[in-house]
């Protein structure tokens, strides 16, 4: 609990910050089917799946980081995976498909338990969409 007696967040937020808010929400929203969870002038935030504690990435401009009280620069690309559990790869592959998304190839069974195929969003994030599969090495691999 928090001092205000809050129940305290068990999960991380990570935030894009980003010259443009709305292709964000447009890629995330209509092209990949995130559940839009908070629509503001300056921040976005969206969940995958309608359970609530699906993970979630939230995008804000530049100016919105003024209430960091510190300036805080666009991302601009690069050097950020993000993995999305669901509960079929495959499946998913062929419906982002079907809605245009150009995935960075199919999906592949990877040598730490999951099957998954990758996505670049608009600021250069990788989406690593998976399922855990009984094929792994590690035995840690779908927690």
Do not use: C
């Given at each position: 609990?928090?001092?205000?007696?809050?129940?305290?967040?068990?999960?991380?937020?990570?935030?894009?910050?980003?010259?443009?808010?709305?292709?964000?929400?447009?890629?995330?929203?209509?092209?990949?089917?995130?559940?839009?969870?908070?629509?503001?002038?300056?921040?976005v935030?969206?969940?995958?799946g309608?359970?609530?504690?699906?993970?979630?990435?939230?995008?804000?401009?530049?100016?919105?980081g003024?209430?960091?009280?510190?300036?805080?620069?666009?991302?601009?690309?690069?050097?950020?995976?993000?993995?999305?559990?669901?509960?079929?790869?495959?499946?998913?592959?062929?419906?982002?498909?079907a809605?245009g998304?150009?995935?960075?190839?199919?999906?592949?069974?990877?040598?730490?338990?999951?099957?998954?195929?990758?996505?670049?969003?608009?600021?250069?994030?990788?989406?690593?969409?998976?399922?855990?599969?009984?094929?792994?090495?590690?035995?840690?691999?779908?927690?």
């Amino acid at each position: 609990m928090s001092v205000d007696n809050q129940p305290l967040p068990n999960k991380l937020f990570p935030l894009i910050v980003t010259n443009e808010l709305q292709r964000a929400r447009a890629f995330y929203v209509e092209r990949l089917g995130f559940e839009l969870v908070t629509d503001m002038e300056n921040y976005v935030q969206v969940r995958w799946g309608a359970d609530e504690p699906g993970p979630e990435l939230s995008f804000m401009t530049p100016a919105g980081g003024e209430a960091f009280g510190e300036p805080v620069e666009p991302h601009t690309g690069g050097g950020l995976v993000f993995s999305v559990p669901t509960p079929n790869a495959d499946e998913l592959h062929a419906t982002l498909l079907a809605r245009g998304v150009e995935p960075l190839g199919p999906p592949v069974d990877r040598p730490w338990g999951w099957r998954s195929f990758l996505v670049r969003d608009p600021h250069g994030a990788i989406l690593d969409f998976f399922h855990p599969t009984s094929h792994s090495s590690s035995p840690n691999a779908s927690s």
